[in-house]
C-alpha cells in the first residue's frame, strides 16, 4: 500500500491535509496521527472492519483492546454510565493524558474492546489529533503506531520506520511532548485503579480521589496469579533488540558499576550500550553512552526514554545498561516502561 507523509505544524496548521486525512478515516482507512503522549494509529472507532486493519497493520495481539479518542465530551453515546469519578477525572484532566475505562454501550464493536464489556476513552490535548476527530466526525480507535513490541514512536521518523507500507496516511507534527503513553484508570471499580502509569501521576489523581492505587500487577513480573489488569500490560514491551538490563541502587554505585562491568564487557569482545543521564554521561569513558536528560527533569527523561531506547537498534551493541530512576511522580512511569523493554532484568546493587 502506499503512504502519504505529511508533516504539518501546529500553528500554520495544513487544513487541506486535516481535511484528507479525515476523509481517510470517514472512508474506514488508517491514519497516524501525533499525540501529546506518543503517535496513535488511528481508524474508525465504530467501524469494525477498519479496527481491524489496526490489529493487522501493527500485527497486535486480538486480545488487546484498543483506546477511543475523542473531541467532544459529550462521551454518552460510548458508554453504560459515566460513573462520578470518570466525571472528575474529565474535568480536571481532559484534554490530557489520561484514558478512562468505562462500561462500554453496544455501538462501540467488540473487535475495539477485545471482547470486553469495556472500553477506554481519552480526548488528547494535541490540537492536531483533535482537529483529526473533529473532522472524521466519529471516534478515533488508537493505539500507539509501533509495530507490536517495539518502543512507542514519539516522532514522525520511528512512525514511517514502522508503519510505511503498512497505513493510508501518516501526519507528522511535533515530538510528542510527555513521551509516554496515557495513564489509564478504571472508572469501573471501586476504589478506581490506575491499570498504566502514565503522564497523569498518581499524586495528581489522589487529589480528586485519595483512594486511587496503582494496579499491583504492573510493576512486578507477570507471575503465577499476579497479572496485569490491563491485557496489553502483560506482552514484553518497548524492548530494543539487544538485551537490557536495569542498575539499581546508590547512583555513585550504579555508575561505578556500569563503568566496571562495560570494560570488563569490552575487554571480552562484548559491545555495550549505556542508558545514562545528563549528571553521570562524562563520567562514562567506553561504551556507546546515551542521556535522556537531567535527572531534576524527569518530564525530559519521560520525553526522551522511547526515541533512545529506538536509537540503540541502529548501533552495534551486543548489550544495554541502563541507570534507574526515583519511582515518583512520571518516575513511575518511567521506571514501569524501562522495566518491561528490560523484561523486568534488574541488578540491584
Ligand atoms: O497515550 C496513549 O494512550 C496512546 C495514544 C496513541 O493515545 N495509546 C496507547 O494505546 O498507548 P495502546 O493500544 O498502545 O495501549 C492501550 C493499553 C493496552 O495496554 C490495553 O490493554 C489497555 O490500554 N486497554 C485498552 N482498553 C482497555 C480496557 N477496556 N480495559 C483494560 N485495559 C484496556
Ligand atoms: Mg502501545
Known sequence: METKIVKIDKINMNKEVISEASQVISEGGLVVFPT??????????????AVKKIFIAKGRPQDNPL????????????VEEITPIAKKIIEKFWPGPVTIILKKSKIVPC??????????????????????????????????A???????????????????GRVDFIIGGDISEVG?????????VEPPCILRPGGITLEELKKIDPRIYIDPGIMIKVEGDIKP??????????????????????????????????SLCIERGIKVGI???????????????????KRENLAEISRNLFSVLRCFNNEDVDMILAESFEEEGIGIAIMNRLKKAAGYDIIEL
Do not use: F, Q
Open 36 to 49: 501529546e503522549t506518543v503517535y496513535g494509529l488511528g481508524a474508525n472507532a465504530l467501524n469494525g472492519e
Open 67 to 78: 483506546i477511543i479518542h475523542v473531541s467532544d465530551y459529550d462521551i454518552g453515546y460510548l
Open 111 to 144: 473487535i475495539t474492546s477485545a471482547g470486553l464489556a469495556t472500553v477506554g476513552i481519552r480526548m488528547p490535548s494535541n490540537i492536531i489529533a483533535r482537529k483529526l476527530i473533529e473532522e472524521a466526525k466519529v471516534p478515533i480507535a488508537a493505539p500507539s
Open 146 to 164: 509501533n509495530i507490536s513490541g517495539k518502543p512507542s514512536p514519539t516522532t514522525l521518523d520511528s512512525c514511517v520506520e514502522d508503519l510505511n
Open 180 to 188: 509516554l503513553e496515557s495513564t489509564i484508570v478504571d472508572c469501573t
Open 229 to 262: 489488569k490491563a491485557p496489553g500490560m502483560k506482552y514484553r514491551h518497548y524492548a530494543p533488540k539487544a538485551p537490557l538490563k536495569i542498575v539499581k541502587g546508590e547512583l555513585e554505585e550504579v555508575v561505578l558499576y556500569i563503568t566496571e562491568c562495560t
Open 275 to 293: 542508558i545514562a543521564s545528563d549528571e553521570t554521561k562524562g563520567e562514562y569513558t567506553r561504551g556507546i553512552i546515551k542521556s535522556l536528560g
